[in-house]
């Protein structure tokens, strides 16, 4: 079955720098790759996602990049904020199956 | 708009006793899936139904554990018997359609199993 590996585990950045987190994903179908972001006790927030028709994909201050070939995805949040500081989780799902298969999740934390 | 609905919100249950776990969709979404995150880890998918079928129940426990979602109603996860180690955040999702990638969770429900 599918595995998705996520790094790192936690990432502190000042604030204002770039975060990237890096997921890699092993079956070769899937082709929907969303990222959430989970805060203390709150539900994951879908944030941004990419369909492996597409390289890339931006939304504002948050980018995510696929690679289907290497079979890796990549979050990009740029110009961090206090408030960006989260769990982030990447994903993966197959056209024909649906579930969403999750890493293990990255522990971000901005200081101002 | 309301977003995906579930409750209760927090639920202790002694070991042995059965949790019952609601979920209402988002309007005009007809699919769910349940997912379960153990403290401090990722979210694991558990099953997934469509009104009056389970499509995928690949990550469901092979005892203890059910779920439906009937014509009329919220979904539902049944545990019976809880034991300690069903103590953790169980999360459902609604998508509108198969054809529709994304999934919008409700708030959970926090399950302690004492």
């Known amino acids: 079955g599918e595995n998705v590996e996520q790094h790192p585990s936690t990432l502190s950045v000042q604030e204002g720098d770039s975060a990237v987190i890096k997921c890699t994903y092993s079956?070769?179908?899937?082709?929907?790759f969303p990222w959430y972001k989970q805060e203390l006790g709150k539900r994951p927030q879908l944030i941004i996602d990419?369909?492996?028709?597409?390289g890339e994909k931006k939304d504002q201050r948050i980018a995510v990049t696929l690679n289907k070939t290497a079979k890796h995805f990549s979050l990009h949040i740029t110009e961090t904020q206090p408030e960006d500081s989260a769990v982030y989780f990447c994903?993966?799902?197959?056209?024909?199956?649906?579930?969403?298969?999750f890493g293990a999740g990255t522990i971000l934390r901005v200081k101002s | 708009n309301a977003g995906v609905m579930q409750n209760p919100r927090h639920l202790v249950r002694r070991r042995g006793q059965e949790a019952r776990l609601r979920c209402s969709p988002m309007?005009?979404?007809?699919?769910v899936y349940w997912y379960r995150q153990l403290p401090e880890e990722g979210l694991k998918f558990m099953v997934y139904?469509?009104?009056?079928?389970?499509?995928?129940e690949s990550g469901m426990p092979k005892e203890r554990f059910s779920a439906e979602f009937p014509k009329e109603g919220p979904s539902i996860l049944r545990i019976q018997q809880v034991v300690r180690g069903d103590s953790a955040a169980y999360f459902c999702?609604?998508?509108?359609?198969?054809?529709?990638?994304?999934?919008?969770f409700g708030p959970g429900t926090r399950l302690t199993v004492t």
């Open positions: 999702a609604s998508s509108p359609r198969l054809s529709s990638y994304e999934q919008y």
């Open positions: 079956d070769s179908a899937s082709n929907y």
């Open positions: 990419i369909r492996s028709n597409v």
């Open positions: 994903a993966a799902s197959r056209r024909d199956g649906n579930k969403l298969v």
């Open positions: 309007k005009g979404h007809s699919h």
């Open positions: 139904l469509q009104k009056e079928n389970i499509i995928d």
